[in-house]
């Protein structure tokens, strides 16, 4: 299961993740993120302090949320990972092509 | 005393909602042996990877099947293996291995499951037995020593 907290803050969107991003939570993440996209949100962050698992799931919904709001000029960074969670996202490659910070205010900073 | 037990073996269907289920019983086996939880991470990844497969595209009848998850604990390391009746999948023979170093419009996630099982996992070994595909996860545990390929039996 996966819990998503929503906060906008400034010019952008942050969700706070808790629980696992795998099949089942990846759903409702891709749900979510679809929608504000489609509403025109372009800044967001996805703070992963809460999250305790991803698979490649989950890191098929991050991707799809960042290619998707690049053309309009838009970013979707990450921030709080704890080191497993980090490992994943360094072996996937994901780290070269998704901003990460360690704190949510660093990434909506960060750019 | 409680009595320290060396293998465990789950039943699953083939319903991805028991991929978190058999998340929960491999940390309880793992912490019960005092494995990492670095470990344990990695190994329920391996498995996540390898059962969404499975279940996601092993039974084209989509009837119920049952998959079977057998954990070993050694000292000098961990053994998953699963046991399944769905097509042939060769997940060593499968697919090249993700690009990880292009940019973020050329990526694509296709791979990356089985890039995860390959790179968090020590061995993975894979057969076809008549109708069934038994796939074997290993995992060194830290401090072991052991680095050569070890023998199941």
Redesign the interface.
Known sequence: ?IRIDESRQGAALVLRLTG?L???GSGALEALLLERIAQGVGEIVVDFTGVD?I???G??VL?MG??RV?PSGGRLALSGMV??IRE?FE???FL???PAFATVEEAREGR | MEERLEQARYVLLND??E??QL?ERVEAFGVRHAVS??VI??L??AL??IL?NVISYGYPDHLPHHISVTLMWRPEGMTAEVEDDGLPFNPLADAAP????V???E???GG??I??VK??MDEVSYCREGERNRLRLWKRLEGSGREAAHDPN
Do not use: W
Not at chain 2, 98 to 101: C, M, S
């Open positions: 299961m696992r795998d099949g089942g698992y698979s490649s799931a890191l098929r991707l960042a290619k690049k080191e497993s994943v072996v996937s490659g070269k092509i998704l | 991805l909602e991929i978190p998340a939880s670095k991470f990695n329920n990844l996540d990877e969404t993700p690009q990880v170093d940019s973020l419009e990526r694509s996630v990356l499951g890039h995860f790179t968090f």
